[in-house]
């Protein structure tokens, strides 16, 4: 027996949170509980056999107009998941079970979904291009993306976190970079000029925050262990030179007074 929580669009578009059970076929037999195979399901029946042997409660059956089959055909939606009555067409809890996905047909999972529907392109796109002026109006990205929802800017906000949303604006915001001329190598060529300024004694701190940012947009803070520690080392070497240079200036002056 496995226990399901679900979730329920209810009147008013209000979500209605209910706990199923879901049978293996020899517990069902056990519990005496009468079931049909659920292509075989008809209105009354209550019970459903699924593919992979699985015994879940019946939920709707309704019928629908089908271009595949030329005419109607009938629609099952069980707890433990859905599908029309064609040939090929299967419901196979353990793998919609294993998805967290009871409520569709499709391999993908709705965050999957969410993130090929243009709503969510659109987004992600105007995230990016807000993330490069430093500023972010999340209020305009509510409305833009969700404003059927109850609170548009949490909603925006909910959606920014998720970490897939997370890498695609990282994504966009390189490739942006990568229209004005700002690659990889040009992080470099900062960072040389920051190491240099910093040898004749200029503050590369403002240059060195510019760069930082950029570098993260571009993916640096992502990238393997070993670079991490071979910059890390130059890091190191940078701020031992500057700390000599220092002890060396007020060594001369001690001698000079």
């Known amino acids: 027996m496995i226990r399901l929580d679900r979730r329920y669009l209810g009147k008013n578009n209000h979500w209605i949170y209910k ?4 049978y293996t076929q020899e517990e069902a037999d056990k519990k005496g509980l009468s079931y049909v195979y659920w292509k075989d399901a ?7 056999l699924t593919d992979d042997g699985y015994v879940s409660k019946i939920l709707t059956i309704k019928m629908y107009n ?8 009938k ?7 859905v599908g029309f009555n064609r040939k090929y067409c299967k419901i196979n809890f353990l793998k919609n079970h294993s998805r967290n996905e009871y409520s569709t047909m499709s391999n993908k999972t709705s965050e999957e979904r969410e993130l090929a529907r243009r709503r969510a392109k659109d987004f992600i796109y105007a995230l990016a ?4 002026t430093g500023r972010v109006n999340w209020a305009k990205l509510g409305r ?12 925006a906000k909910r959606f920014a976190q998720r970490k897939k949303v997370a890498k695609m604006v990282n994504e966009e915001l390189k490739k942006l970079l990568t ?20 040898e004749d004694n200029k503050d590369p701190s403002t240059l060195l925050r510019v760069v930082d940012k950029v570098g993260k947009y571009l993916g640096f803070d992502q990238r393997e262990t070993q670079i991490n520690e071979i910059e890390g080392e130059m890091v190191e070497k940078l701020e031992g030179d500057i700390e000599k240079s220092k002890k060396l200036r007020l060594k001369q002056t001690t001698e000079k007074e």
């Open 179 to 198: 229209l004005q001329g700002i690659t990889d190598e040009w992080v470099a060529v900062k960072l040389k000029l920051a190491a240099k300024m910093s």
């Open 42 to 48: 008809a209105k009354g029946d209550k019970w459903a």
């Open 144 to 155: 833009m993306y969700r404003p059927d929802s109850k609170i548009p800017v949490w909603t």
């Open 129 to 132: 291009c807000m993330k490069l």
């Open 66 to 73: 089908d271009r595949k089959q030329k005419g109607k055909n």
């Open 19 to 22: 706990q199923e059970v879901v």
């Open 75 to 81: 629609y099952v939606k069980l707890t433990a998941g």
